[in-house]
């Protein structure tokens, strides 16, 4: 039947085109592929294309993300005793006021990062609890200062 069959409208562009420009594709009735081959290769660029997007847009979140993660670790590294100190004092309200949640909103972390940030934490040598955990503190200490300066004023 297949071998009858000498032109036929691309489902995608609509062109009535002789059967040379599809490919032929066993898993269809006619045997030939819905779409002709110049609309496949778009179709294909377009796939080609959104996947080099990604990749881009990955690297870019890791370049910038390493060096505030970076940072975070530095500011940790820094002010050990201090955040120690405040987390001691603050004990179990900690974790019922800053929820991982939050402090994955607040590092601008989607659900959807949490595999690329994992990635980057590996480089640098740390976990994402841990960040969880350096970035907690750091909104203590700055909440803590808040507190203080407010104190002040009085
Ligand atoms: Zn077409």
Redesign the pocket.
Known sequence: MSDLITQKR??????V?NIE?FSKNRSTRDGFDG??????KDFKKFFIDKDKEKKRSVQYYKEHRKNFIQHSKEYYEKHKDKINKYKKQLGLKIREDIADGYVLNILKIKKSDIPTVKEILKELGITLEQLIEIKRQGILAYRERKANAKQCRC
Request: glycine share 14%.
């Open positions: 691309c489902a995608k562009c609509g062109v085109k420009g779409r002709c081959k110049n609309c496949r």
